[in-house]
């Protein structure tokens, strides 16, 4: 237990100190201290109460005795009198003064025993109130299981209802869980087996006796209408007191639970819009349509501030937030549109108007929505605005991710001033850039059923010389006319939910080449991965196989997919915590966006986006980023790599604002190719 102290209050520290030798010689582990006047009494019982206020030989002018015995009970602390006993008088007028304690100054194993007393009441105290909060919690936590539970399920005291929970209500169709308390057992059900009498099953129920198998019966609704059910009984407790839990198992059950999967399979559990799988599927549809009589578009929004909010609002309250605004979103549109929620902060619609103006109004109206609703998230309400980016449906429109992605681009350019939309426009080029993008995705698509994705390492090399050894991993694409690196087809890749196939099948050979290094391994990981909530599963699998320590990973990804994708790369690091993995954020700058990552993610590593690298010599303003992004990453333990250094020039550069990790050309090292 925490430390435990003992208030002495006394003239003179001789006392305290002399009791601290005396519990501390018996073994008892307690911190005594001594208070000479009412004020310092007053100030310890403020910071921490004590086991016991032990009143000895105080002056009766900085001290009184009746003042410090109604603090002791203010605080609800023990009080008591350490005395020798010797003056009956001064024994007598202290006790009508206050009711108390007397400890015999000379009796030293009666203060050890009433002081070791004391401290075992104290622990058991709190361990009761540690328990009593766990119970409650674990109630709570059950009260909650059982109302959101799909089995209709009551609790009966002497046939009669006690508590019935959402799903028993649905079940007879009531909506109030009061209207169940009149309801009798022998009104409501009626047995299909005729020798089965109600009564009978009662009383035994009332005496513990429970039906080994499910009884079958006929409900009888308070509508007048019936359902067939299957009911199955078990003892329970309720309000302190014995009752019969009975579940009810509706025969019709199946094909309600066929539609219940179905909804959940395309719906966000949080704000009741469709999911993006869902959503996706709808735009590829509309795409798919060849309807072009009306303008249909998609329409991808996002709340403004979203990173300080996730600063300043606990998990739950942001949820409340996203839900509320979802909430406005919806009543916002017509029937006939499909809201979804995208990703941790972002919502899209897709929308059907008779024309590009009208798609216009509807967007001015999201944006007017949300500016003027009140959200109550938590204990604060608020209010705040979106930024909005419309993509419109046309005849050159390839899939869904491509059109979601170029929605979320203009929302990007919208939100740098707030609370205004922008429109995609395709350039001239559109068809040539789709064949183009088709291309690659043909291209991609063949490198991943041959062996044509292959994987170079490269140093990086700590200038203290004491740290650790780091290599990266970086892909390319064989192609007929050179190699393509990783940042050539790497987004259209994402776009098209090809990278986290890539790294599916580049991850496991890449392991296997770890087993005879010692180096720790940087693999650059895809937004797809990301998302993918079975990849952390994947990866502890892989590395096993592999028989190589979890601590020697680093993932990568990039800081605009990091931040894009904040709650799923929390998740993706704290599923992958036990295997020890560390991580590393890529194409980092000193924008505010990238900076606000290291508050939000536990990063090892970050490395410096190549643009700061070019004609650093060169930009007094680079250099300044350099420095900004090295004096943030400081205080929480994150190495910074500069990656591309062309020569020692730059090295030197790099070296007085405080970057120690360098790759690039200036190495004169030869690259070593693997997971071919």
């Known amino acids: 237990m925490d430390s435990v102290n003992l208030l002495v209050t006394d003239r003179s520290p001789d006392a305290a100190e002399r009791i601290n ?26 910071n921490d109460a004590p086991v016991m206020l032990l009143y000895a030989d105080a002056d009766d002018t900085d001290a009184p005795l009746e003042e410090v015995a109604n603090l002791a009970l203010a605080f609800n602390v023990p009080f008591a009198l350490f005395t020798d006993v010797s003056t009956n008088q001064q024994l007598t007028t202290a006790l009508e003064a206050t009711a108390c304690f007397v400890i015999h100054s000379e009796l030293e ?10 401290i075992r009441n104290a622990e058991n105290e709190r361990m009761y109130a540690s328990r009593q909060q766990r119970l409650e919690e674990l109630e709570h936590r059950y009260n909650l299981l059982l109302d959101s539970s799909r089995d209709p399920i009551a609790y009966i005291h002497e046939g009669l209802h006690v508590y019935a929970n959402r799903a028993y209500l649905e079940a007879l169709r009531l909506e109030n869980p009061d209207d169940t308390m009149a309801l009798s057992l022998l009104e409501l059900i009626k047995p299909k087996d005729e020798a089965t009498d109600m009564k ?39 309000d302190g007191e014995d009752c019969t839990q009975m579940m009810m198992q509706r025969k019709d059950a199946a094909s309600e639970l066929a539609s219940e999967l179905e909804r959940m399979r395309v719906t966000d559990p949080l704000t009741g819009l469709a999911n993006r ?3 996706m599927s709808a735009v590829d549809e509309r795409i798919a349509s060849e309807e072009h009589d009306s303008v249909a578009a998609v329409l991808y929004l996002e709340p403004d501030g979203f990173d300080a909010l996730q600063s300043d609002l606990s998990a739950d309250a942001l949820d409340e937030f996203l839900a509320d605004l979802a909430q406005v979103i919806r009543h916002s549109l017509d029937e006939s549109d499909l809201p979804a929620r995208i990703n941790e902060e972002g919502f899209g619609v897709l929308a059907l108007r008779p024309s590009v103006a009208d798609m216009e109004t509807l967007a001015e109206t999201l944006l007017k929505n949300c500016r003027n609703h009140v959200i109550e998230a938590g204990d604060r309400a608020f209010s705040i605005s979106c930024s909005i980016g419309i993509r419109n449906i046309g005849r050159l429109a ?8 170029q929605a979320r681009e203009v929302c990007a350019a919208a939100a740098e001033d707030g609370d205004r939309f922008e429109i995609f426009r395709p350039q001239l080029t559109a068809v040539e850039s789709a064949d183009g993008e088709q291309d690659w995705i043909n291209r991609i698509n063949e490198a991943l059923r041959s062996q044509d994705l292959y994987t170079v390492q ?8 004491e740290g650790e050894q780091l290599v990266e991993n970086i892909s390319f694409l064989r192609g007929e006319n050179g190699d393509h690196s990783s940042l050539e087809f790497q987004q259209i890749a994402e776009r098209n939910d090809l990278a986290g196939a890539i790294d599916r099948k580049m991850i496991p050979g890449l392991l296997r080449t770890f087993v005879d290094s010692s180096e720790r391994q940087i693999i650059n990981l895809s937004s797809n991965s990301i998302l993918d909530y079975s990849f952390p599963g994947w990866l502890v699998e892989q590395v096993r196989e592999a028989c190589i320590e979890g601590d020697r990973i680093i993932l990568q990804i990039a800081a605009s997919a990091a ?5 799923p790369a929390q998740r993706l690091m704290t599923e992958l915590e036990p295997l020890g993995c560390r991580l590393s954020v890529g194409q980092f700058d000193a924008g505010l966006k990238s900076l606000q990552l290291l508050d939000h993610l536990e990063t090892s590593y970050v490395k410096l986006d190549r643009t700061l690298m070019a004609d650093l010599l060169a930009d007094s303003r680079k250099q300044d980023d350099v420095r900004k992004v090295v004096k943030a990453a400081e205080p929480h333990g994150v190495a910074v790599i500069a990656d591309e250094v062309a020569d020692t020039a730059s090295l030197a550069v790099l070296w007085q604002c405080g970057v120690k990790l360098i790759s690039g050309a200036f190495l004169n090292e030869s690259s070593q190719v693997i997971a071919q």
């Open 277 to 279: 799988k869902a959503f």
């Open 398 to 405: 390839t899939d869904a991710p491509e059109i979601l992605a």
């Open 109 to 118: 194993n009666l203060l050890t025993e009433s002081v070791s007393r004391l």
């Open 458 to 465: 490269q140093s990086i090399v700590d200038l203290d010389g």
């Open 21 to 46: 030798s005396l519990l501390r010689n018996s073994g008892i582990k307690i911190h005594v201290i001594h208070a000479a006047s009412v004020v310092e009494v007053k100030r310890s019982l403020d």
């Open 200 to 238: 009978s099953l009662l009383r035994g129920l009332s005496r513990g006796e429970f039906p080994e198998a499910g009884l079958e019966v006929e409900v009888n609704r308070p509508d007048g209408s019936v359902l067939d059910a299957s009911l199955l009984f078990s003892p329970a407790r309720f």
């Open 563 to 567: 931040h894009s994708n904040l709650r």
